[in-house]
């Protein structure tokens, strides 16, 4: 088993340092989105435009040698425009399958919230079950299948905001942010040097190695006392007076992947406390559905998870 966990720690390790060949200074975020691709989830990104979003997950797919696809929504997107289908063939005087963009690895939703509901009950099926159906044929979608979705937390003119189900899918929402002076200096370096916006990545993996660095994961051990925090965590979120509705079991589950891919990628066979409130505000967060009056005011959502990782108590492992 530890060397299991070993080579999913030096795995994570090759990624994110191929990945930071074009990402300058966000060790902590791309460490969060390997641990996401342990634990198999789809990934929210809400961010400002320009901070890297579409190059982190063109950068991600290229690394592991995975299938990419971007997509980008917009409120005249059908349903039909990502899961593809039936067009006739003139000359063999037939119907032929058009796989659509879905039929990929790793999917950049782009500007996902500007599609119609519509559309969006066709991604949900995807994110949710791996498939898509069409004309009633229900066809399974490429192992692994990732959602990179992106959003724009400041325009919101034009876009449908995502319903609690689909939000529900996300195993996590982060923030990029905006990189140091130091940082941005360091990518004006770079872009000066190669002489051209392309960055150069190696690919340092394949569907199979990720697909057995999530075996690896499976392996890590979870203490009942952990797990008992981890609930505690999450029902506590329900009884908060600022929140209409709490998160679900999908976060607890969130919570519970999410713990043991970062503490595998952390060289460990066991998950500490510590690992579940690193992840407890990107895995809750978007999950809670807060009162009226809170609707406007901005990081409400992650105040109240900063006030329950304080209420709750954390438990003590031992031999950690």
């Known amino acids: 088993m530890a060397a299991e966990i070993e080579a999913v720690s030096r795995w994570g390790e090759r990624l994110v340092g191929e990945v930071e060949r074009a ?66 063939n003139r000359a063999d005087n037939r119907f032929e399958l058009r796989k659509g963009p879905l039929f990929a690895n790793i999917i950049l939703a782009d500007e996902i919230n500007r599609a119609s509901p519509k559309t969006q009950s066709a991604l949900l099926e995807a994110m949710q079950e791996r498939q898509v159906t069409l004309e009633g044929e229900t066809m399974k979608l490429p192992e692994p299948f990732i959602v990179l979705a992106t959003q724009n937390p400041i325009e ?36 000066r040097e190669r002489r051209r916006d392309e960055v150069d990545i190696d690919r ?30 999450v029902s506590e979120t329900r009884a908060d007076r600022r ?29 500490l406390p510590d690992d579940v409130k690193l992840f407890a505000e990107p895995a809750l967060a978007h999950r809670l559905v807060l009162r009226p009056d809170l609707w406007m ?17 954390v438990p003590v492992v031992e031999g950690a």
């Open 23 to 88: 990402i300058v200074g966000k060790t902590p975020v791309l460490r969060k989105i390997v641990a996401s691709l342990l634990a198999g989830g789809h990934v929210l990104l809400e961010d400002y435009p320009g901070l890297g979003k579409t190059l982190l997950a063109k950068s991600c797919a290229t690394a592991l040698g995975l299938t990419f696809k971007r997509i980008q929504f917009t409120p005249d997107l059908l349903p039909g425009d990502i899961t593809g289908g039936y067009v006739y």
């Open 156 to 191: 919101y003119e034009g876009t449908f905001p995502l319903p609690e189900a689909q939000l529900d899918r996300f195993v996590m929402k982060l923030s990029i942010g905006h990189p140091s002076p130091d940082d941005e200096r360091e990518i004006l370096r770079r872009r």
């Open 204 to 233: 340092v993996s394949n569907a199979e190695d990720l697909l057995a660095m999530r075996r690896a994961v499976e392996t890590v051990h979870v203490e009942p006392d952990v797990e008992r925090y981890i609930v505690a965590l």
């Open 243 to 271: 929140v209409a509705v709490g998160a679900s079991p999908r976060g607890s589950l969130a919570l519970l992947m999410l713990a043991r891919a970062w503490a595998a990628l952390d060289s460990r066979d066991y998950v």
């Open 297 to 313: 005011k901005q990081k409400a959502a992650e105040e109240v998870i900063a006030s329950v990782l304080q209420s709750v108590p």
